[in-house]
């Protein structure tokens, strides 16, 4: 239980997909998290599910668009998202750029995991509503954070980049302005708290002159009470003829209660995560003694193998630094992601270990989660995943293992076992996943290559 953080008796920690907790006891800061995604990710990702769409007005016709000239953009936008390599709208764009651009207004929700185009279609939509030859603000645009919004903000300047006459405005902490001076810019981005106080104290907005107002990452948002409150407050100063776009990574029932309060008469849209698979991968378990049995267990499995990439999850950082601090000793270019560590500092440990800088990546799981990693070609339990109670952790266990054996190809997971407690995990697994989790003699080198050939 060592560098566990405890959780009050009277809160049930739930998944992080829940406001936060998970159910081992660590807080996750969901916003760190989307941000991390965000600094780590260059392209689209992939999701082979269908785009449910359910339309407020079930008998008006569905638009989707295979292609951004469809969408008849003013040729400068349009030439703005080609510029960002963009060929054609992704599975979530394609359904919700024509019910964002449709006239009149439409309000929407849409549900789709980081990664699959919201921010893109959210600013291509603003950029296109707004008048630039109206000088005040038109849209207005909230996201949890201040990175978050910095982050947006950064995908309109470029979607924008042939439109000089838009002009985009922070509203965020320490962005001074003038009291009672109109803003100019078209649009505003900014946190929840910074855009009230523009609203309401300096005036430098008038919200009854919004006509698009966008919320991202409502999951996010709502996990913070104040957030919550200040962009229901914001919401009720808008006219009912305002356009709302709603945006979540996640949808359980607190989103859901949240988003009908904010956005009346919706269409919706989700896009369900692809579900992780076993299917692909080898399992195997190691008998060890103890972490120094385990670590060479995993030096005699490194040696023997052709190994592209591999993941290693460790219980606690100081089990983790301990790790990486021995493998570094044996000549092994290892990356460590700890929790201690910036966000950013972790987006450049993933950025380097993503284009083979190092060829292990040792983390902590808290650390790990949620973060997506491709192409990994064997995963490592030095530390198997348990809850509070000391049960297997399932959900954890499928998600690290999932990383491996991704779009068709093979991966290896391999379980370090160091006592009767954690042969009964891995007994718990097997039986949860149905799965057979192979025993591995990593001091025998002929049965390792046959059984991971
Ligand atoms: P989300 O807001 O859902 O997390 P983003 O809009 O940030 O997703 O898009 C994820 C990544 O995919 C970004 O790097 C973005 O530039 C890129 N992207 C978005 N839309 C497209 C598209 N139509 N074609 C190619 N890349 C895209």
């Not at 907005?205 to 996010?220: C, H, N, S, Y």
């Amino acid at each position: 239980r060592l560098g566990r953080k405890k959780v009050k008796s009277n809160i049930v920690p739930e998944k992080s997909e829940n406001g936060g907790w998970r159910k081992d006891g660590d807080k996750v800061d969901l916003a760190e998290q989307s941000l991390l995604n965000k600094l780590i990710r260059h392209s689209l990702v992939r999701n082979r599910n269908q785009v449910e769409v359910l339309q407020r007005d079930p008998t008006s016709p569905l638009y989707s668009v295979k292609t951004f000239e469809e969408l008849r953009l003013k040729p400068d936008l349009l030439k703005g998202v080609y510029n960002m390599g963009f060929n054609r709208p992704s599975r979530i764009q394609e359904n919700a750029l024509p019910m964002m651009l449709a006239q009149p207004p439409q309000n929407l929700i849409a549900q789709s995991q980081s990664g699959t185009g919201k921010t893109a279609a959210f600013s291509l939509a603003m950029l296109s509503h707004v008048n630039p030859a109206n000088k005040w603000t038109q849209c207005l645009c909230i996201a949890p954070t201040y990175e978050l919004a910095l982050q947006i903000g950064q995908v309109i300047e470029q979607m924008g980049k042939y439109c000089p006459d838009v002009k985009l405005a922070y509203g965020i902490r320490g962005n001074r302005m003038e009291r009672g001076i109109k803003l100019q810019e078209q649009i505003v981005i900014g946190t929840p708290g910074t855009v009230l106080d523009w609203c309401t104290k300096y005036r430098l907005i008038e919200p009854k002159k919004i006509t698009m107002f966008v919320l991202d990452e409502a999951d996010v948002m709502i996990a913070t009470q104040g957030h919550r409150d200040q962009s229901i407050r914001i919401h009720r100063q808008l006219t009912k003829d305002c356009q709302m776009l709603l945006f979540s990574a996640t949808f359980e029932d607190s989103v859901w209660r949240f988003a009908e309060q904010v956005v009346p008469d919706p269409n919706i849209i989700r896009l369900k995560r692809e579900e992780e698979t076993l299917d692909t991968i080898k399992q195997f378990y190691v008998v060890c003694k103890e972490k120094e049995d385990k670590f060479t267990a995993l030096c005699n499995l490194y040696g023997s193998l052709t190994i592209a990439q591999a993941m290693i999850f460790c219980h606690t950082r100081k089990m983790a630094a301990w790790l990486t601090a021995n493998l570094t000793k044996e000549g092994h270019q290892v990356a460590l992601l700890s929790g201690e560590m910036t966000v950013e500092q972790r987006a450049s440990v993933i950025e380097r270990y993503r284009n083979g800088k190092e060829k292990v990546l040792v983390t902590t799981n808290v650390c790990s989660r949620g973060i997506d990693v491709e192409q990994v070609s064997l995963v490592v339990n030095f530390d198997l995943p348990v809850d509070m109670d000391g049960n297997a952790d399932n959900e954890t266990y499928l998600h690290r293992i999932g990383r491996t054996g991704r779009f068709g190809r093979r991966g290896f997971a391999v379980n370090m076992v160091d006592s009767k407690h954690s042969m009964d995990i891995i007994n718990q697994i097997e039986m949860h996943f149905n799965r057979r989790i192979t025993k591995l003699d990593t001091s025998d080198l002929e049965e390792m290559e046959s059984l991971m050939s």
